[in-house]
């Protein structure tokens, strides 16, 4: 393999709940035609041609991000869609040095003690709590999700986040809301965009789009990633 152009970047991509890293096939072709490097993480349970993992939870799902993001020396652009945002701060918090940016793709920004069930809001906690009555283990994908999605394992869901605070360090944080007015009205990350556009330390960008960025292909995001790419420092 030859040596990648100069300016070139190494993104770690993990998809939200019930997808795997699939969903970001599209972008990852685009974003390897740019001259950078990109990897998209299926986590435990998620693989559609794999075995369910149904005793997964945050912490479990945070190693095995951590073990990619720290297999090379080079630091990523970590990217992170929905209930990844919680996997990539966990990762960030620690091994700060190994991620260059740290991009949440209308994603949970967690703190010490939160969890995907303590952040959203009351329509998808009782999705949860119907779709989870199986086997209690797994909680299937929403209706608007893609064929592929798999049950995806509560226990990552329910697990509070143990943040020291370290992933603060990493300079660039970028939350990319989804400001599609009828997702809007379901979208549990509205206030949260609200409080972080008044924050110190964050880039928060609207785009007018639903929640799935990659709906329509991957050029809304591709765009948005080849200029994180550009701003963030080698």
């Known amino acids: 393999?030859?040596?990648?152009?100069?300016?070139?970047?190494?993104?770690?991509?993990?998809?939200?709940?019930?997808?795997?890293?699939w969903w970001y096939e599209p972008l990852v072709k685009e974003l390897e035609k740019a001259g950078h490097s990109a990897e998209a993480v299926t986590l435990s349970g998620l693989d559609p041609e794999g075995p369910a993992s149904p005793a997964a939870n945050l912490d479990s799902h945070i190693a095995e991000?951590?073990?990619?993001?720290?297999?090379?020396?080079?630091?990523?652009?970590l990217v992170g869609h929905s209930y990844a945002g919680s996997v990539?701060?966990?990762?960030?918090?620690?091994?700060?040095?190994?991620?260059?940016?740290?991009?949440y793709l209308d994603a949970f920004v967690p703190e010490n003690g939160d969890s995907t069930w303590s952040m959203t809001n009351d329509w998808e906690r009782q999705w949860i709590i119907e779709h989870a009555g199986a086997t209690g283990l797994e909680v299937g994908p929403l209706p608007f999700f893609d064929?592929?999605?798999r049950p995806h394992p509560i226990g990552t869901y329910l697990q509070k986040s143990k943040l020291t605070g370290a992933w603060r360090d990493v300079a660039r944080k970028h939350l990319v809301a989804a400001v599609d007015p009828e997702w809007l009205k379901l979208s549990p990350f509205a206030a949260q965009t609200e409080r972080l556009k008044r924050s110190a330390g964050w880039v928060v960008t609207e785009l007018p789009c639903t929640h799935n960025f990659l709906a329509k292909g991957p050029e809304l995001l591709l765009g948005l990633l080849l200029?994180?790419?550009?701003?963030?420092?080698?």
Request: charged share 25%; proline share 10%; aromatic share 2%.
């Open 65 to 77: 991000l951590a073990v990619r993001v720290e297999a090379q020396e080079e630091p990523c652009i």
């Open 147 to 149: 064929p592929r999605a």
């Open 88 to 103: 990539i701060s966990g990762v960030a918090d620690r091994s700060p040095l190994r991620v260059r940016a740290l991009v």
């Open 1 to 21: 393999m030859g040596s990648r152009p100069s300016g070139s970047k190494r993104f770690v991509l993990v998809p939200g709940g019930n997808h795997g890293g």
């Open 227 to 234: 200029a994180e790419a550009e701003v963030t420092p080698s």
